[in-house]
């Protein structure tokens, strides 16, 4: 146990090195992500301009924008840029190889590197994050209570772990498709519609967001969110963190399974 | 075709083998064959493997007939080897592209599974993967790469000990050991994608010794190396396995490598053993002639040198003849009634070139049999 432990620790310490190798690049990458954000408030401004109430199905223009950082946050969490196409390239090129011969576990191994990835991102992203949340402080109806709050921190780490082993499950699949990226895009597309990404999933129709609800990928971006502005409370919370889990259980079963079918197949097949 | 398993080799294994031993695995052995299995670091039977590859037709109305409708082939790799390795042995395979060397090594290091026949390597059977197994053998593919890329190769070398679990004062003595005998400590900080071919093959070398595996698989580790990196690998391995006495299976296209270091030659055309022996037995075995080299005297070359044997090369006053194995002698004394000469040499072809008749051959007696197989009716 201690021995695994010590391994992984070396693995994250590895990985974060890699990381900080290219740091030009990624600075510059993870500060290009904030300009969606002006974009996304201007335009908004401009929609909320045209219309005369001056609320959008029960948001208001300072709902909207306080919503969109939101969920930015909580991509920040949820998003794996890279996971399912890096397998898929590890298959095609024969580097998986290396799991099995060496005593290491894949899917341990891409979440350590997962994790010390989004480390190194939080290292340079915090403080743009810090100062745009500063500037846009006016547009949040206010901080919310502890309790609240640790849900919402709560949904942050499970949307991690629900993006992480639902872009592996993903990634395993490239063990029968050899080439993956179509397949990848319609999930892209998926997660940003139905994630939240895109618009609040309330504002839905009701056929859609009963739909929504029984798909995993609100929970990657809308849920916290909602959590944060005080939308999901009581109850309702806690079933919504309860089937949060659940999905981060039943994609953790299905990333294994895939992956032990995904070597069966690909030993079977001729390595 | 020639069993290796009835050989008895001089060597003694070393080691006793964890007997992970699974009978349910190996429904015709028996008793005895275990016996046997704990005996050898590697044993083989009957191994098989086939692959199923699509058989695409040319064009596009091809292609797409091709996406409803698929034309599968079977291609055998390995079509039922047997083959015994005793610890401390090196054993080259030799054998033409596609001839199913690397398939076996991959089926040895589990990263396959066959089709049929069993294996065991230190007393488990590759497939299953098993953790004890993957601690104690190594696969270094020349063409592929297991160091990370960005990093330098200590920073491999730390995540080696950590998933081997190797002890901190075992690694640290390795590691050094292993440094000094491929000189690559001024490079141990220079992150891997900077190094030389030579270079980077020594590190992966490392790498994969670090954690001490009594089997090590060498798939083409010279390959695209300059000469002197070459002879620098040979000269390490040697030393290494005399030193460490762990079991060595190499394939490689040199023959130098395989002249330098093993003296037990396995070649495999169209995934069958057809040699099992020494490299001097191979000339012996597979070449019907010798190579006569006469210097005439006074620059007298006689004008019908044909009737002696087939002419090779001539550059007065030397000629060079192929001369039939068996009537060499009669040749020779034949020819030094007849003529002046100043020096006589009676040579073996050189290796190379009795291994490549040796390869086409086996390739048109195989294009031979499936003609065969194709004309007579199936019953």
Same mark, same amino acid.
């Given at each position: 146990m201690v021995a695994r432990a010590l391994t992984w620790w070396t693995i994250l310490k590895i990985s974060l090195e890699e990381r900080l190798v290219y740091r030009g690049d990624f600075a510059l990458g993870t500060l290009m992500r904030f300009l969606p954000i002006v974009t996304q408030i201007f335009l908004w401004t401009a929609v909320f301009a045209a219309s005369e109430s001056g609320t959008i199905v029960g948001y208001s223009r300072n709902d909207i924008v306080a919503y969109y950082l939101l969920t930015m946050l909580a991509r920040a969490f949820s998003s794996m840029p890279g996971l399912a196409s890096g397998i898929a390239r590890q298959v095609r090129d024969g580097e998986i190889k290396k799991f099995l011969i060496q005593p290491i576990d894949l899917i341990s191994y891409l979440l350590l590197a997962r994790i010390a990835h989004k480390l190194v991102y939080y290292l340079v992203a915090a403080g743009p994050f810090a100062l745009v949340y500063y500037l846009c402080r006016s547009y949040f109806p206010g901080w919310p209570a502890t309790d609240v709050f640790a849900a919402f921190l709560l949904s942050l780490v499970l949307s991690f772990m629900l993006g992480f082993f639902l872009e592996a499950s993903m990634g395993m699949i490239a063990f029968w498709f050899l080439e993956v990226t179509s397949l990848l895009?319609?999930?892209?597309?998926?997660?940003?519609?139905?994630?939240?990404?895109?618009?609040?999933?309330?504002?839905?129709?009701?056929?859609?967001?009963?739909?929504?609800?029984?798909?995993?990928?609100?929970?990657?971006?809308?849920?916290?969110?909602?959590?944060?502005?005080?939308?999901?409370?009581?109850?309702?919370?806690?079933?919504?963190?309860?089937?949060?889990t659940a999905w981060v259980v039943f994609f953790i079963v299905s990333c294994r399974l895939l992956m032990q079918a995904g070597f069966n197949r690909y030993s079977g097949f001729g390595g | 075709m020639i069993k290796a398993g009835a050989k008895a080799r001089g060597q003694q294994s070393s080691k006793p083998c964890p007997s992970t031993f699974r009978p349910d695995l190996y429904p015709d052995a028996h008793w005895s064959a275990y016996n046997l299995l704990i005996m050898s670091a590697i044993k083989i039977r009957g191994l098989k493997k086939s692959y199923r590859v699509y058989r695409k037709k040319e064009g596009l109305l091809a292609s797409i007939t091709g996406l409803f409708q698929r034309d599968y082939r079977e291609v055998d790799a390995v079509k039922g080897i047997d083959l015994d390795v005793e610890q401390g042995e090196f054993v080259a395979f030799l054998g033409p592209n596609g001839a199913g060397k690397t398939t076996t090594l991959k089926l040895l290091s589990g990263v396959i599974s066959p089709t049929g026949g069993a294996a065991s390597v230190l007393g488990h059977t590759p497939w299953l993967r098993e953790n004890e197994y993957r601690r104690r053998f190594a696969l270094v593919m020349g063409q592929k790469n297991q160091l990370w890329w960005d990093l330098p190769a200590q920073e491999s070398f730390r995540l080696h000990q950590k998933i081997y679990r190797i002890d901190s004062s075992e690694f640290q003595r390795t590691r050094d050991e292993l440094v000094d005998l491929l000189e690559v400590g001024q490079l141990l900080g220079q992150p891997v994608r900077e190094l030389s071919l030579g270079e980077r093959m020594k590190m992966e070398l490392t790498a994969a010794l670090l954690h001490?595996? =009594? @089997?090590?698989?060498?798939?083409?580790?010279?390959?695209?190396? =300059? @000469?002197?990196?070459?002879?620098?690998?040979?000269?390490f391995l040697k030393h290494y396995q005399a030193m460490r006495k762990i079991t060595i299976l190499l394939t490689s296209h040199y023959m130098k490598d395989v002249a330098a270091l093993c003296r037990r030659v396995v070649i495999i055309a169209h995934g069958e053993i057809v040699y099992d022996g020494s490299l001097a037995g191979i000339v012996d075995r597979f070449s019907s002639h010798k190579v006569l080299t006469l210097h005439f005297a006074e620059e007298r070359m006689p004008s019908d040198l044909a009737r002696y044997g087939e002419v090779l090369e001539i550059v007065e006053p030397k000629a060079k003849l192929r001369v039939d194995r068996s009537s060499i002698a009669k040749v020779l004394s034949s020819v030094l009634a007849n003529h002046a000469v100043e020096d006589v040499s009676v040579e073996d072809p050189p290796l190379e070139e009795v291994i490549a008749d040796m390869f086409a051959l086996t390739a048109k007696n195989q294009a031979d049999k499936v003609a065969a197989e194709s004309l007579t009716p199936s019953p």
């Open positions: 895009f319609v999930y892209m597309l998926f997660t940003f519609f139905f994630s939240g990404h895109m618009f609040p999933l309330d504002m839905l129709p009701d056929f859609w967001l009963t739909l929504v609800d029984y798909m995993p990928f609100k929970y990657l971006a809308y849920f916290p969110a909602a959590v944060f502005l005080g939308k999901i409370e009581g109850e309702a919370l806690y079933q919504g963190l309860l089937i949060q | 001490s595996p =009594d @089997v090590l698989f060498l798939d083409e580790p010279t390959i695209g190396l =300059d @000469v002197i990196a070459q002879h620098n690998i040979q000269k």
